[in-house]
C-alpha cells in the first residue's frame, strides 16, 4: 500500500543544482518524519537528511550541510531535496522513506555528477 516515487535526478555538473522528489502514497504522510537515503556501491547505505511532521525541524549530515535542503508538501504528500553545490562525491541512488521503519523502499533515482 506504501508507495514512495523519487524522480528528479540525473547527470549534473559538478556545482550545479537538482531537486529531488518523493510522491508518497498509501499513509498519512503529515503524520511521519521522512528521510532521505542514499546508496552508493564503495559506500553503501548513507543517510542523508531527516525531516519533521510539519517541516519545521531538519536534520542533516555534515558533508551535506549548507549544500543541501530537505523540505516537504503535506498537501501534495511530496518530500524535496534541494542539493546545491554538488561534488562527485554526492553520485548515488538517493532514496526516501518514512519513519521510523523503513519498509517499503522507491525505486529510487539516480544522481550523477561528472563533467
Known amino acids: 500500500q506504501v508507495q514512495l516515487v523519487e524522480s528528479g535526478g540525473g547527470l549534473v555538473q559538478p556545482g550545479g543544482s537538482v531537486r529531488l522528489s518523493c510522491a508518497a502514497s498509501g499513509f498519512t504522510f503529515s503524520n511521519y518524519w521522512m528521510t532521505w537515503v542514499r546508496q552508493t556501491p564503495g559506500k553503501g547505505l548513507e543517510w542523508i537528511s531527516t525531516i519533521n511532521f510539519g517541516g519545521d525541524t531538519t536534520y542533516s549530515r555534515a558533508s551535506v550541510k549548507g549544500r543541501f535542503t530537505i523540505s516537504r508538501d503535506n498537501v501534495k504528500n511530496i518530500l524535496y531535496l534541494q542539493m546545491n553545490s554538488l561534488e562527485s562525491e554526492d553520485t548515488a541512488v538517493y532514496y526516501c522513506?518514512?519513519?521510523?521503519?523503513?519498509?517499503?523502499w522507491g525505486q529510487g533515482t539516480q544522481v550523477t555528477v561528472s563533467s
Open positions: 522513506n518514512k519513519n521510523p521503519a523503513y519498509n517499503t
